[in-house]
């Protein structure tokens, strides 16, 4: 439905602002259905960098939740773990390859929040964090 900048901008704004909610919303779901099965550093393409940026964090701390629920979180750890350093190989390789400016910013904002997140996840198997409470996980 389009909208149409018509009567108080204060009336219009609220409903624009609504149909972003409900567009992105939607782009999200999309993203997060995509994800699990496709390729990560191919599935980065095909969705915007705000989607790509938010369902990595949501898959991430998912998969990171499920080990640690999995009753065996010393050894699944360290496997998630190895799993996230591959992908960031992956988006590395990508990194190097010819790209869009685009492509080349998602990726790179990706690869950075991924650096992150093997940062946390080696800290993790370090501590031996095995469970769902432990304060490094909170």
Request: net charge negative; with cysteine; charged share 30%.
């Amino acid at each position: 439905k389009n909208l149409k900048a018509r009567g108080n901008v204060e009336d219009w704004m609220t409903l624009l602002e609504g149909r972003m909610k409900v567009e992105l919303t939607n782009c999200l779901r999309e993203g997060l259905l995509d994800y699990d099965g496709r390729v990560r550093s191919e599935w980065v393409d095909d969705h915007p960098g705000q989607v790509v940026a938010t369902v990595a964090q949501m898959t991430w701390a998912r998969g990171t939740e499920k080990v640690l629920r999995s009753g065996d979180a010393l050894t699944g750890m360290p496997a998630w773990l190895q799993w996230q350093i591959d992908e960031l190989n992956e988006l590395v390789y990508r990194i190097r390859a010819k790209l869009t400016s685009l492509q080349r910013k998602v990726i790179v904002a990706l690869t950075t929040t991924d650096v992150h997140a093997r940062d946390i996840l080696d800290d993790m198997v370090t501590q031996e964090v095995d469970r769902i409470d432990d304060f490094m996980w909170q």
